[in-house]
């Protein structure tokens, strides 16, 4: 009901920032030296020279939240507080820094050079942070990093996204802050991760990483792609029915004891592990979330992780389709291979440094050796099998659906999934079902939904539904669950029209208000309310947070024909709230000549803290000869209510001193009200006093 209601009533001076964007692997700069580099931050920093990126606010020291709106995209902010705090989960030579307390994360001591392929850098260092959690599932993450930069240093930020928080998508190397990383537009994930890599070209100097902001899109769970395989890494030991894409690929034995791998490790003798020439399946130190499974011509294979860069090069990753550059070449060619037989960019690699062997592959002494039964240095062409393609994991199982807290007009449906899904309610009479609740997007394992338009009762079927991350649809077994009988309170009856009478029936659960507009007046300009008639719950009656059911029908004729809410100019009737600070909210059917002219709406009309309300949804839809159910819950300060099963909406109403009226009115002298309140019953703890009991 709500979406069909209609309403009437100075650039930085530092160079860093610029930098961002700019390829310097190459280039010859100024040395700062150690306390050259510290005096030029620090006066940054104090001076307010230092401005982070303008597309987004400095995020607050230490916060880590996940802030989402149905007009934002889903937030995360990290400051370098987090860091320190631990909260990373791999880092290789970087550390804390915190000049003018204001906590960074910069290069540390060990000088590490990254692969020759990436750059003449002289010191390398990179961390990674925590798996973060989205509330909805997402394509898209759009970073935006403050650093500062200064010459002869850099900093890329990677991000890559996962499904189920084990099985990741390839990294995405951003090297310009500001920049979106976009996955498989066809899928859905749910979890992020990003990770920052730092250089520099002189021992001494470094780039200082502040904080970072994430921002998500929300990806839709309907008309996702289902495919054979996805990217998502396979259980490499097990034989797949979609089986990852294997080529055929120069080996070279890796050696290097004694070195450090792109990920911190150092080589031991007879290591197992292998280089590609992409940061994008560069795993974390310790990490196989990236593995290829070798088999050499004599038969033998072997599994091993990714825990180095190159050979060669450092962007080609040649398996994955696309590929991010050498677009030119096919895909499960390295360009290495190209360079070395057919002079492919002159017989260089991307740097422009020539290329010595056609290799697209380093293997780890042991692997290359050992399990492969290699000999020597060169190992010819091997088939290579890139396990991160694999198969979709069994759909979410749901465990424990009940309904609990069942009253004559709610009523509470939870359950749990084994991995974390979407979900809502279908409910009915019969196991046709007919009513929804509205989609929670949030992917979450343990759920539950709260039924507010049930009649009292009433037997109700019901499943619940869910989704996960690949557009499986899980679905329950049919359940059920009976509503309470209604209770009724007794209702004082007015007239304050003397041509509108007023009729309660014995058990309190219907109103009957009828009759002729008698009061030469109109309802718009009449402070006295002289055009209105009802029946009231008693003072003190009604608590603070309770829920009332009833049906608006109109009068008919001894054959139940000719049934109308009324004739003439206008008329309405509807349920109204009143609090003892003299708020009021009504909510009911309307005929008005300049909001409904030719038959009935629905209308919400009142004044809530000084603030009027004028609210009526399209003009004559509604048939006057039929009936119509109206659900109401208020509590929390607010009134949630439900009209005919339809759409839910709400409105803030402080519910103390609470009084409800049944009300006909005419607009016009002679216009004719013929409303009836039906079934009308109280729920949820409404009611405190003067209950009536047969």
Same mark, same amino acid.
């Given at each position: 009901?709500?979406?069909?209601?209609?309403?009437?009533?100075?650039? @930085?001076?530092?160079?860093?920032? !610029?930098?961002?964007?700019?390829?310097?692997?190459?280039?010859?700069?100024?040395?700062?030296?150690?306390?050259? !580099?510290?005096?030029?931050?620090?006066?940054?920093?104090?001076?307010?020279?230092?401005?982070?990126?303008?597309?987004?606010?400095?995020?607050?020291?230490g916060d880590t939240r996940n802030n989402t709106?149905?007009?934002?995209?889903?937030?995360?902010?990290?400051?370098?507080?987090?860091?320190?705090?631990?909260?990373?989960?791999?880092? #290789?030579?970087?550390?804390?820094?915190?000049?003018?307390?204001?906590?960074?994360?910069?290069?540390?001591?060990?000088?590490?050079?990254?692969?020759?392929?990436?750059?003449?850098?002289?010191?390398?260092?990179?961390?990674?942070?925590?798996?973060?959690?989205?509330?909805?599932?997402?394509?898209?993450?759009?970073?935006?990093?403050?650093?500062?930069?200064?010459?002869?240093?850099? #900093?890329?930020?990677?991000?890559?996204?996962?499904?189920?928080?084990?099985?990741?998508?390839?990294?995405?190397?951003?090297?310009?802050?500001? @920049?979106?990383?976009?996955?498989?537009?066809?899928?859905?994930?749910?979890?992020?991760?990003?990770?920052?890599?730092?250089?520099?070209?002189?021992?001494?100097?470094?780039?200082?990483?502040?904080?970072?902001?994430?921002?998500?899109?929300?990806?839709?769970?309907?008309?996702?792609?289902?495919?054979?395989?996805?990217?998502?890494?396979?259980?490499?030991?097990?034989?797949?029915?979609?089986?990852?894409?294997?080529?055929?690929?120069?080996?070279?034995?890796?050696?290097?004891?004694?070195?450090?791998?792109?990920?911190?490790?150092? &080589?031991?003798?007879?290591?197992?592990?292998?280089?590609?020439?992409? $940061?994008?399946?560069?795993?974390?130190?310790?990490?196989?979330?990236?593995?290829?499974?070798?088999?050499?011509?004599?038969?033998?294979?072997?599994?091993?992780?990714?825990?180095?860069?190159?050979?060669?090069?450092?962007?080609?990753?040649?398996?994955?389709?696309?590929?991010?550059?050498?677009?030119?070449?096919?895909?499960?060619?390295?360009? !290495?291979?190209k360079a070395f037989f057919g002079k492919h960019?002159?017989?260089?690699?991307?740097?422009?440094?020539?290329?010595?062997?056609?290799?697209?592959?380093?293997?780890?002494?042991?692997?290359?050796?050992?399990?492969?039964?290699?000999?020597?240095?060169?190992?010819?062409?091997?088939?290579?099998?890139?396990?991160?393609?694999? *198969?979709?994991? =069994?759909?979410?199982?749901? *465990?424990? !659906?009940?309904?609990?807290?069942?009253?004559?007009?709610?009523?509470?449906?939870?359950?749990?999934?084994?991995?974390?899904?979407?979900?809502?309610?279908?409910?009915?009479?019969?196991?046709?079902?007919?009513?929804?609740?509205?989609?929670?997007?949030?992917?979450?394992?343990?759920?539950?939904?709260?039924?507010?338009?049930?009649?009292?009762?009433?037997?109700?079927?019901?499943?619940?539904?869910?989704?996960?991350?690949?557009?499986?649809?899980?679905?329950?077994?049919?359940?059920?669950?009976?509503?309470?009988?209604?209770?009724?309170?007794?209702?004082?009856? $007015?007239?304050?029209?003397?041509?509108?009478?007023?009729?309660?029936?014995?058990?309190?659960?219907?109103?009957?208000?009828?009759?002729?507009?008698?009061?030469?007046?109109?309802?718009?300009?009449?402070?006295?309310?002289?055009?209105?008639?009802?029946?009231?719950? #008693?003072?003190?009656?009604?608590?603070?947070?309770?829920?009332? =059911?009833?049906?608006?029908?109109?009068?008919?004729?001894?054959?139940?024909?000719?049934?109308?809410?009324?004739?003439?100019?206008?008329?309405?009737?509807?349920?109204?709230?009143?609090?003892? +600070?003299?708020?009021?909210?009504?909510?009911? &059917?309307?005929?008005?000549?300049?909001?409904?002219?030719?038959?009935?709406?629905?209308?919400?009309?009142?004044?809530?803290?000084?603030?009027?309300?004028?609210?009526? +949804?399209?003009?004559?839809?509604?048939?006057?000869?039929?009936?119509?159910?109206?659900?109401?819950?208020?509590?929390?300060?607010?009134?949630?209510?439900?009209?005919?099963?339809?759409?839910?909406?709400?409105?803030?109403?402080?519910?103390?001193? #609470?009084?409800? *009226?049944?009300?006909?009115?005419?607009?016009?002298?002679?216009?004719?009200?013929?409303?009836?309140?039906?079934? &009308?019953?109280?729920?949820?703890?409404a009611v405190e006093r003067h209950i009536v009991?047969?």
């Amino acid at each position: 009901m709500s979406n069909s209601i209609i309403e009437r009533s100075s650039k @930085t001076s530092s160079k860093s920032l !610029a930098k961002n964007s700019l390829n310097i692997a190459h280039l010859k700069k100024p040395r700062l030296t150690i306390a050259a !580099a510290l005096i030029g931050l620090i006066l940054e920093l104090l001076t307010g020279l230092f401005n982070p990126s303008a597309a987004w606010a400095a995020p607050i020291p230490g916060d880590t939240r996940n802030n989402t709106s149905p007009t934002s995209g889903q937030i995360i902010n990290q400051s370098a507080s987090f860091y320190r705090a631990g909260l990373i989960s791999s880092n #290789l030579n970087t550390s804390s820094y915190a000049p003018a307390g204001i906590p960074m994360v910069r290069l540390g001591s060990e000088q590490i050079q990254p692969p020759a392929w990436s750059g003449d850098w002289a010191n390398f260092g990179m961390f990674s942070s925590e798996i973060l959690r989205l509330n909805e599932p997402f394509t898209r993450l759009k970073a935006d990093w403050q650093v500062v930069q200064p010459e002869g240093t850099r #900093l890329e930020i990677d991000l890559r996204a996962s499904q189920d928080g084990q099985n990741w998508t390839l990294w995405e190397v951003l090297d310009e802050n500001g @920049t979106t990383a976009s996955f498989d537009p066809s899928r859905a994930y749910l979890y992020a991760q990003y990770r920052v890599r730092m250089f520099s070209d002189t021992a001494e100097a470094t780039p200082y990483f502040q904080g970072i902001k994430l921002e998500a899109n929300r990806r839709d769970l309907n008309n996702l792609s289902r495919p054979g395989a996805l990217n998502m890494m396979a259980n490499a030991d097990k034989a797949s029915d979609n089986p990852p894409p294997t080529y055929k690929v120069y080996a070279t034995r890796e050696g290097l004891v004694g070195y450090t791998t792109a990920n911190g490790h150092k &080589i031991q003798p007879n290591d197992r592990f292998v280089s590609l020439p992409s $940061w994008t399946v560069l795993n974390d130190k310790g990490k196989s979330d990236y593995q290829v499974r070798i088999t050499a011509p004599n038969g033998k294979s072997a599994v091993a992780p990714v825990w180095d860069t190159g050979p060669w090069n450092f962007k080609d990753n040649y398996w994955h389709n696309p590929r991010s550059q050498f677009k030119d070449i096919a895909v499960g060619v390295p360009q !290495a291979e190209k360079a070395f037989f057919g002079k492919h960019n002159g017989g260089k690699n991307e740097s422009g440094k020539p290329i010595y062997n056609p290799s697209g592959i380093d293997i780890g002494d042991g692997t290359f050796w050992q399990d492969l039964g290699l000999k020597g240095d060169f190992g010819g062409q091997v088939d290579v099998s890139f396990i991160w393609e694999g *198969s979709v994991p =069994d759909p979410a199982t749901i *465990s424990e !659906a009940k309904a609990s807290d069942v009253s004559s007009g709610t009523a509470s449906i939870s359950w749990k999934t084994s991995q974390p899904t979407s979900g809502w309610v279908e409910y009915g009479f019969d196991t046709n079902y007919g009513f929804n609740s509205p989609l929670d997007n949030t992917m979450t394992t343990s759920r539950s939904v709260f039924l507010q338009d049930l009649v009292p009762n009433k037997t109700y079927n019901y499943r619940v539904h869910g989704k996960d991350v690949y557009g499986t649809e899980t679905i329950s077994d049919n359940l059920t669950f009976t509503t309470a009988s209604a209770v009724v309170t007794k209702l004082s009856g $007015w007239q304050k029209d003397k041509g509108v009478g007023v009729n309660i029936s014995s058990k309190f659960d219907a109103v009957t208000i009828a009759g002729g507009r008698a009061n030469n007046s109109l309802w718009n300009d009449n402070p006295k309310f002289d055009f209105i008639s009802g029946a009231s719950t #008693l003072p003190d009656s009604v608590s603070a947070s309770g829920g009332l =059911d009833l049906d608006f029908a109109p009068t008919c004729d001894e054959k139940n024909q000719n049934c109308a809410y009324g004739f003439g100019s206008g008329y309405k009737g509807y349920v109204q709230f009143t609090n003892k +600070a003299g708020d009021s909210l009504s909510i009911g &059917i309307i005929h008005d000549l300049a909001i409904s002219p030719g038959d009935i709406t629905f209308m919400v009309e009142g004044n809530v803290g000084g603030q009027a309300i004028f609210r009526y +949804a399209p003009a004559d839809s509604l048939d006057p000869t039929r009936a119509y159910h109206l659900h109401m819950v208020w509590k929390d300060g607010q009134i949630y209510l439900t009209f005919d099963f339809n759409g839910r909406s709400q409105y803030a109403f402080n519910a103390e001193g #609470l009084t409800i *009226s049944f009300v006909g009115a005419g607009r016009a002298k002679d216009d004719i009200v013929a409303f009836n309140f039906r079934n &009308i019953g109280f729920s949820f703890g409404a009611v405190e006093r003067h209950i009536v009991t047969e």
